[in-house]
């Protein structure tokens, strides 16, 4: 019976993500669902990617959180168009917030939108809100068996970013082993060890922005 | 629709919660439920407490994963009994599979019982599972802003325990502001600033804990 209740509202939600994917197809916007535990980096990642990237693109910002408006003032200080979905008590996004959300944004000329989903490793990964790639930050102050205890959200990935880098000093975290793990779930899973507060190892992961853009662009 | 049918789980959920909490108030066995976001340090500071406190009590531990039974290896290698629970997707524990978990234990003798929630800072604070009291841990690293974002979990929690208090040199936390917004959202709630790994800081809890018990037995 609940069983039933899932899938419909699954089918539901597939049902939205493909008009939303129709309308960022159309616009040629690369869309990114980034996913990751309460507290990873999510928002520190995208103040410095809004920062460094602002006069190569055009970039605007979906903020998912289940109170306050905290994330989207952060990223909007960056000058960067921001919107704020509250989610009162709802563990993760789904295309009906987003669609709500990106209908009150101006999204011609926008290349990039990120859609930060709220900090959650479980249920975000089962509902699409029109991206072109999820995205799952993992901080390596959470310890390197995530990827098999949480497998799903790092099956659905393109990406997984390995953030707060400078302090591997300081903790047990296997860079080899969290990736090997994370290759056996999706075998072609972009890896980037990064730190978003220090800019380690952030040019790799904004190559790939501008690869996934150019791509896009020229579909 | 949704949220009617949301109800009838949780009413369903409070049956056997009462059910678990007569059992467990038979037996005067304290109950913790353990919360926290994916690597906050939930396994470590059961391994830390199991150990430190062996020859006190009788401590048994309920461990709720996605998938693996890693975390019940790890307890259990404390010389304490321990049982895992797979929830193959679900974001989080339920009466009913601690029921089923209780039933394959035994729980005379026991003095305390950890339950270890799926790692989730949302969907595990809506459903009791016969606990005396809710328990959230979160790591320093996550970030103080973490109780005004997920307000719910810190709302129903006892305790909040501050770990990973060994690496406060190396980031932005501000204990005094996390610890004003968790008493705004509950105003006797305990907090201690801790490390599992370097054991900073452990003994106020192990005094909330032998406190506890001690209530517990002449209730």
Redesign the interface.
């Known amino acids: 019976m ?1 069983i039933k ?1 899932i899938r419909k ?1 699954l089918e539901a939600n597939d049902q939205v993500s493909d008009q939303l994917r129709d309308m960022f197809q159309e616009k040629k916007i690369l869309v990114l669902n980034l996913m990751s ?4 980096g999510k928002t520190t990642l995208l103040e410095s990617t809004l920062t460094d990237l602002k006069d190569e693109f055009n970039m605007a910002v979906i903020e998912g ?4 408006s ?1 994330d989207a003032e952060r990223v909007a200080a960056t000058g960067a168009q921001a919107i704020q979905i509250n989610t009162e ?1 709802g ?1 993760h996004l789904d295309g009906s917030m987003v669609l709500e959300a990106a209908n009150q944004m101006d999204l011609n000329q926008v290349d990039i939108l990120f859609v930060e989903n ?6 975000p990964a089962e509902f699409s809100v029109g991206e072109d790639y999820k995205i799952t930050i993992l ?1 390596v ?3 390197d ?2 990827p ?5 959200i790092f099956a659905e990935s393109k990406v997984m970013l390995l953030n ?1 880098v ?2 591997l000093p ?2 047990d975290f296997s860079l080899e082993k969290a990736s090997n793990f994370a290759r056996s779930l999706k075998n072609d899973i972009e890896i980037y060890p990064v730190s978003a507060k220090t800019r380690e190892g952030m040019d790799s992961w904004y190559q790939w922005l501008r690869k996934e853009v150019k791509t896009k662009k020229s579909a």
Chains 1, 2 share one sequence.
């Open positions: 609940q209740v509202i535990s309460p507290g990873a959180d289940l109170q306050t905290n008590g563990c709220v900090g959650n490793l479980v249920c901080s102050v959470e310890g068996d995530k098999e205890k949480y497998p799903l707060k400078d302090l300081y903790v």
